[in-house]
Nanobody
């Protein structure tokens, strides 16, 4: 069955960096555009960044543009999110899914930015 397993979150000080990973299985990863999403307590899940099938195009929410970088390795069925210059408002649980949110959500990985 389809699995999306996010990892790499943690507690980091403002200005710090984290690299998230999402290991996908159970579907043909390489044919899907993928995205990262996040959900903060009391807020709706929001789109953060997206990448096309062959990594030709990436897009970012305005709130993370210039600080986050999405990438993928189709040979490893994995999508990454490099997060730099982290801010307290980036605190949320982070998830990956296709651009159309096709599959059930994984467990997510918690990112907490705090001094």
């Amino acid at each position: 069955q389809v699995q999306l397993v996010e990892s790499g979150g943690g507690l980091v000080q403002p200005g710090g960096s984290l690299r998230l990973s999402c290991a996908a299985s159970g579907f043909t990863f390489g044919i899907y555009a993928m995205s990262w999403y996040r959900q903060a307590p009391g807020k709706e899940r929001e789109w953060v960044a997206g990448i096309t099938r062959a990594s030709a195009t990436t897009n970012y929410a305005d709130s993370v543009k210039g600080r986050f970088t999405i990438s993928r390795d189709n040979a490893k069925n994995t999508v990454y999110l490099q997060m730099n210059s982290l801010k307290p408002e980036d605190t949320a649980k982070y998830y990956c899914n296709t651009n159309t949110r096709r599959f059930d959500w994984g467990q997510g990985t918690q990112v907490t930015v705090s001094s």
